[in-house]
């Protein structure tokens, strides 16, 4: 299986207000932040050679604009496609597009010498069909846990809050 390690090309998230979820069924502890983050990586696979459904693809996708503390941090994890692509359609006999996993994970590095957590996603592809291709992929990822860039995160929520609805201003 062929990995590559990815960034999204468009990224947002919300901050929740203060500690709003329960626990249920376990002891893990609920962290004070819980952000949903929502993403989409553009241009993941280049068409496929071959027309083999058992050929996969796993896409590592770090999101290092929100940095945890390492103590713990649970997080669970969507995708769903965005942009599929036939360049040969007249001649594939049998096309299909799968999404075959999604794992929420993370990864801990060193930063100005404090270890902090990222959140990193194993999403699993596979296509059939002569020159088809996956063009994009979308993801969402609801975490829990300490942000140690809180500061950071509540500034950029902040100047984001200005920007004019685009529905509204045309009166949809």
Known sequence: MQTKLVRPSSLEFVLLPGNTLTALGDDR?????????????KEVIEAFAVDDWNK?????VDI???????????????????EISSQDSDEVDHSRWGIRGVKSGHHDIAVSGQVVRFIRLRIELCVQGDMNSWRGIGFQT????????IHDVVNRVNATEDIPDPIQKHGR
């Open 29 to 41: 502890p609920l962290g004070p932040h819980t952000v949903i983050i929502s993403g989409f990586i």
């Open 56 to 60: 996969k693809v796993s896409y590592i």
């Open 64 to 82: 290092r604009d929100l940095a945890w503390e390492p103590k713990f941090l649970q997080a669970s994890s969507m995708s769903s496609w965005g």
């Open 142 to 149: 609801i975490a829990n846990g300490t942000l140690s860039n």
